[in-house]
Nanobody, 121 residues
Framework: QVQLVESGGALVQAGGSLRLSCVAS????????MGWFRQAPGKEREFVAT????????YYADSVKGRFIISRDNAKNKVYLQMNSLNPEDTAVYYC??????????????WGQGTQVTVSS
């Protein structure tokens, strides 16, 4: 059974940083893209970042470009999201995904349960 487990969410002040982690189990994901989406209260789920299977290609939403960095460790079946210069608009539940990559949720086959990030002003 495939399982994705996110961690690292927390309450942080504006301007601070957090590092989210996601570990995948149940199969090897080294040949799949991985990504992060988020969903704020009352809003639709939105794309944050994605990384290719090799880690050589990354793509970010404009809202996080220059502040967030996605990376992966295929040996550990993990993907990370380093979030810097956080602002209250980044408050959301963050989800880890595995699939074909890109910014559309339909391109991903597996989702985690999410981790809450709250940024106070």
């Amino acid at each position: 059974q495939v399982q994705l487990v996110e961690s690292g969410g927390a309450l942080v002040q504006a301007g601070g940083s957090l590092r989210l982690s996601c570990v995948a189990s149940g199969r090897t994901f080294s040949s799949y893209a991985m990504g992060w989406f988020r969903q704020a209260p009352g809003k639709e789920r939105e794309f944050v970042a994605t990384i290719s299977w090799s880690g050589g290609n990354t793509y970010y939403a404009d809202s996080v470009k220059g502040r967030f960095i996605i990376s992966r460790d295929n040996a550990k079946n993990k993907v990370y999201l380093q979030m810097n210069s956080l602002n209250p608009e980044d408050t959301a539940v963050y989800y880890c995904l595995v699939g074909r990559g890109g910014s559309y949720p339909q391109r991903y086959n597996y989702w985690g349960q999410g981790t809450q990030v709250t940024v106070s002003s």
